[in-house]
């Protein structure tokens, strides 16, 4: 099977593999929404950060996925849809949602008032995987919807509706960024509902998996500097010295591209990380280590 191909190409361990395949026998996929079934862009890599994220959802467990930044959190969580085969339904969270935005909304239609479903309510019909993306922005509003979606009984009581019952499939993947602007702690009650799993920085062996996977046809020496420039990147916020603005995967993925189109590495670079720092003396330091790996005079053809 071509979605469980990741995991038998990284040997993660047979027997989850073959519970997997029961899981996706035992519940099929509604026709209304198979569009939601999505591939994700790349492939996650990191064999134990994969057992233990199907291990838990297998046992009906909620996954929370933290970390610092591209440490590959909604990748991860995008690829367990796509292994376990179910429609996604990401839900970002930010300070306007609020219960409403969550579980649904009245409408009038044909006469009489509905409730126009909201993504926690299609996920739970529907058997969904819903990725709940910077949970610790929630607002009380929020959280209090979640702690019912959540809880144990897998059940969501909508006041003036009929209460909802969880799909046996339904899963929830929380992902969190610490320190970020507008985050807050996540309280016990919430963070007791979930199995976390804390995301480790980006490997240099991780990182050229990532982007041979991108690029299968991109010389190995050119991939090898760009690895180098973001784990050099990595290094220098990890240490403090810069922020974690430039540190930016898609933003590299992103540059590359640029390159097949004709753009020189450098400037390609500087939009997709350099130019990603506004403050100007941390823009200078990202400009000396860029120096260091990718040379001024580098064309497209040391990269393809």
Known sequence: MNELRILEDQQVNPLLIREVEKFREQYPVQEVVKNRVAEPPVPFYGKEILEMAIAAL????????SGSKATGKNILAEN?????????YNISFNVNTDSSSLIGTDTFADNE???????????AEQGGFGIFDEINMA????????HATLDYRRLIDVPGYDKIELHPATRFIGTMNYGYAGTRELNEA???????????????????QIL????????????????????DLQTKAQNSEISTKPMDLRGMIGAIKTIRSGLTPRSAITMGI??????????EIISDIVMTRIPEEWTGSEVF
């Not at 297998?58 to 996925?65: A, F, K, R, S, Y």
């Not at 607002?139 to 979640?146: E, I, Q, R, T």
Request: proline share 5%; with cysteine; net charge positive.
């Open 274 to 283: 350099t130019n990603k720092s506004f403050d100007i003396f941390e823009k």
């Open 190 to 208: 919430l963070v007791s509902r979930f199995l976390v799993i804390d995301m480790p920085a980006l490997t240099e062996e991780t990182l050229m």
């Open 212 to 231: 041979r996977a991108n690029f299968p046809e991109a010389k190995e020496t050119g991939l090898q500097a760009f690895a180098g420039l973001f784990l």
């Open 80 to 88: 367990l849809a796509w292994i376990f085969g179910r429609p996604s």
């Open 139 to 146: 607002k009380n509003d929020a959280v209090s919807v979640l």
């Open 58 to 65: 297998l046992q009906g467990e909620n996954v929370l996925l």
């Open 113 to 123: 008032v509905r409730l126009r479903k909201g993504p926690v309510y299609q996920c």
